[in-house]
């Protein structure tokens, strides 16, 4: 399966995180697992933050599944990847960056997604240099936009394998949007279509989606 039949039903939803908005509200749709975490946040932002990401994944999966928000069940995979146990049919997956989070939704094939906000005042030189594939550091070229968006094509593939960041390090990624990823070394077992998602400025995205 590829190009448009791979993305056939699957859904991206950009969520702003910086809302004003009650607290308490929020997160009476949580568990008690999404609860624990969020009352572990010293700040007000990063808590909040947490709440609406959530709470969203929540309104967005509630929809697709037609059941209440507090009823979507959410377990946990080996490396942290949250998913609902009772419906493989729905695979979901969220990122966050600062202000912004994104949720994909994809039927039955596991997806990954992810947002990085562009730091040009990092330097990351010479970690692409060490660890990315020749074809990524020379596709980047130093540019903090292109580190932002091969890192986000990257992660979403680890993210949809369920996978650790290590694991994604040597992933050849610096293809057009959207191409076909696999790992040559074979240390994320798995092929994926990954495409560049349009964020407001200042972020990068990409989504994952295996095939
Ligand atoms: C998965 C991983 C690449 C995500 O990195 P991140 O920079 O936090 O990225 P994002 O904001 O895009 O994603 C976070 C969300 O992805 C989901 N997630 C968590 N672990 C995941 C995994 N292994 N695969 C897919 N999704 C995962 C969660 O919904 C999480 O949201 P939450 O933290 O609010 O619950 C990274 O956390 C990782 O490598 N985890 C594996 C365990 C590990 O090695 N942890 C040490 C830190 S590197």
């Known amino acids: 399966m590829a190009g448009a039949e791979a993305l056939a039903g699957v859904e991206i939803w950009q969520v702003a995180l910086d809302r004003s908005a009650d607290m308490d509200d929020y997160a009476t749709?949580?568990?008690?697992?999404?609860?624990?975490?969020?009352?572990?946040?010293?700040g007000t932002a990063e808590r909040r933050r947490y709440l609406v990401s959530h709470a969203a994944v929540r309104r967005i999966l509630a929809r697709r599944?037609?059941?209440?928000?507090?009823?979507?069940?959410?377990a946990v995979g080996r490396h942290g990847k949250p998913y609902s146990p009772e419906r493989p049919d729905i695979q979901w997956n969220l990122s966050h960056?600062?202000?912004l989070a994104l949720v994909a939704?994809?039927?039955?094939?596991?997806?990954?997604?992810?947002?990085?906000?562009?730091?040009?005042?990092?330097?990351r030189a010479a970690f692409a240099a060490r660890f990315f594939p020749p074809e990524d550091v020379a596709y980047i070229d130093r540019s903090p936009e292109r580190f932002a968006l091969v890192w986000a094509r990257r992660e979403s593939c680890v993210k949809a394998a369920g996978g650790r960041l290590t694991q994604g390090l040597r992933?050849?990624?610096s293809g057009p949007s959207p191409q076909l990823v696999r790992d040559?070394?074979?240390?994320?077992?798995?092929?994926?279509?990954?495409l560049d998602i349009p964020v407001p400025p200042g972020f990068r995205a990409a989504l994952a989606i295996s095939v």
Do not use: K, N, Q, Y
């Open 29 to 42: 749709t949580l568990d008690d697992r999404e609860r624990a975490r969020a009352a572990g946040f010293a």
């Open 65 to 74: 599944m037609r059941v209440r928000p507090a009823d979507v069940r959410i």
């Open 97 to 99: 960056s600062g202000e």
């Open 105 to 123: 939704v994809a039927p039955d094939r596991s997806v990954g997604v992810d947002v990085e906000r562009v730091r040009p005042e990092l330097d």
């Open 171 to 173: 992933l050849p990624v």
């Open 184 to 194: 040559p070394a074979g240390i994320l077992p798995g092929a994926w279509l990954v």
